[in-house]
């Protein structure tokens, strides 16, 4: 019997020889690999104890808000008027504790959609709740919903558009990476802790010809340094 267990483990030892355990998130395949290895390999891939948490809760709200919401339009041109953005009765704690009765365990605010506008009084554009009439200025939709959902118990996540309609500088490489980047770094360090950051691939390139081509890897690097235990969409 212990010959034969000694050998099951020789075995064993053998075949795994380009593996481990487990994989987290990424594995890179091994030179010479064989197809029965790479199965075996990829068979252990797990997700991230953040990916596993995420995908526990089941249900996340995403709260899709801004000037489209007082223009009746899907997607804004980016030359709206600040001025429209005017919400009388914006109840953020209505929004969340709603959602928590629900059930949900997230809620994701757009805090700037395809025209720019943001919904936080940010230093990187006048096109923001800061120029509109609501609060005379002084208002932030994303510093109200993340107060809500301390309150209630909600992860807390922002979406950012990459895609940008407003900003003079969209379609110029690295003059708009820095920006988005700028507004990012805003998004992630006067929040407290952001469990998701959410983008999306609408790239309208459009008759004016611009084109931006993004530095995922800065816009990565700089979720990974700012909000380490952040999951990614």
């Known amino acids: 019997m212990k010959k034969l267990i000694f050998t099951l483990v020789l075995a064993s030892t053998v075949t795994s020889s380009y593996s481990q355990e487990y994989y987290e998130k990424h594995l890179t395949f091994p030179k010479g690999a064989t197809i029965e290895q790479k199965l075996d390999m990829a068979s252990r891939l797990v997700p ?41 009765q914006l109840d953020c704690e209505q929004w969340v504790k709603s959602l928590k009765d629900a059930g949900f365990k997230m809620a994701i605010i757009t805090a700037k959609h395809h025209d720019g506008f943001c919904l936080w009084p940010t230093k990187t554009t006048e096109h923001s709740v800061a120029s509109s009439s609501w609060k005379n200025g002084r208002g932030d939709v994303v510093g109200e919903l993340r107060k809500a959902c301390e309150k209630y118990g909600l992860k807390f996540g922002v979406y950012l558009s990459p895609w ?19 507004q990012l770094t805003e998004l992630l360090t006067n929040y407290g802790e952001v469990h998701e950051v959410w983008f999306d691939g609408a790239n309208g390139e459009g008759p004016n010809g611009k084109k931006q081509v993004y ?19």
Not at 215 to 233: C, F, G, M, R, Y
């Open 48 to 88: 991230t104890k953040q990916q596993l948490d995420w995908q526990k809760m089941e249900l996340t709200c995403f709260l899709h808000f801004g000037v489209n919401t007082f223009t009746g339009r899907e997607w804004g041109d980016g030359k709206e008027d600040p001025d429209i953005f005017n919400p009388t």
């Open 164 to 182: 940008d309609r407003n900003a003079k500088c969209y379609g110029e490489g690295d003059a708009y990476n820095k920006f988005f980047i700028a």
């Open 215 to 233: 530095d995922w890897t800065s816009i990565l690097n700089t979720i990974h340094k700012l909000q380490p235990k952040a999951v990614t969409a």
